[in-house]
């Protein structure tokens, strides 16, 4: 029983630590996505083609991350300000919405289940924070590019690109990338293509502070600012 016992403290300690070692060797090697892994597993078709942040069109870098996270280049992979407003609203019998950060869905991605509960929260706050400190900014928005979901078994931006508009993710217009990045929030539905009137109101938002707000980008390269 002893022994039995050591092997699950073990298990946990491992568990634990884990995520924290994968990150620092995902700083230079590129890693697996677990929705990824779990189609594989289970026999499911996965498209997916891993591409360097230089690769990809600048608009489309600049696209999502206005649209998922404007304040990527400011915080520290958790946005404390957005997280009070998000539970001073929720305090308030507000309607109840995420503040989760591209680091955050980073780790998501990575590491966690897909189920939305207190327990992944907690554990993807800490993990977000010490990803935001041993990754730059660039890699940490290199990783998301190339494991988020753009459309059902579609992951990565080459692919989306590919599939939706038969061109390589570097050679994406401003629109397609418009299109592509207000996709993120459901993916599952919303097709690049043929955006709804939901989806083009997106578009629209995203454009104008775009236009607005191009100090957004200070912590990228320079080519890939606006």
């Known amino acids: 029983m002893r022994r039995l016992l050591k092997i699950l403290v073990l298990c946990v300690v491992l568990a634990v630590i884990a995520p924290f070692l994968l990150t620092m060797l995902y700083t230079i090697v590129n890693p697996p996505a677990m929705p990824v892994l779990r189609r594989e597993l289970a026999g499911r078709s996965v498209a997916q083609e ?38 001073n609203d929720a305090l308030e019998g507000g309607r109840p ?20 509960d207190y327990l992944r929260k907690a554990v993807e706050l800490p993990l977000a924070v010490y990803m935001d400190f041993v990754m730059r900014k660039r890699r940490i928005i290199e990783i998301y590019l190339n494991v988020a979901q753009f459309g059902p078994a579609i992951y990565g931006i080459e692919a989306a690109a590919q599939h939706y508009f038969d061109r390589p993710a570097a050679a994406l217009t401003r629109e397609q990338a418009l299109a592509l990045a207000t996709t993120l929030p459901a993916p599952s539905v919303r097709d690049p293509r043929k955006p709804g009137r939901r989806q083009r109101a997106a578009m629209a938002h995203v454009t104008r502070e775009l236009d607005r707000a191009p100090w957004v980008f200070t912590c990228l390269p320079e080519g890939i600012r606006p």
């Open 50 to 87: 891993w591409v360097r942040l230089d690769a990809i069109a600048p608009a489309a870098v600049q696209a999502v991350i206005m649209a998922e996270d404007a304040r990527f280049c400011l915080h520290y992979g958790v946005d404390l300000a957005q997280m009070r407003i998000v539970i």
């Open 97 to 116: 919405r995420g503040a989760s950060t591209l680091t955050m869905q980073t780790v998501k991605n990575l590491f966690l289940w897909p189920q939305r």
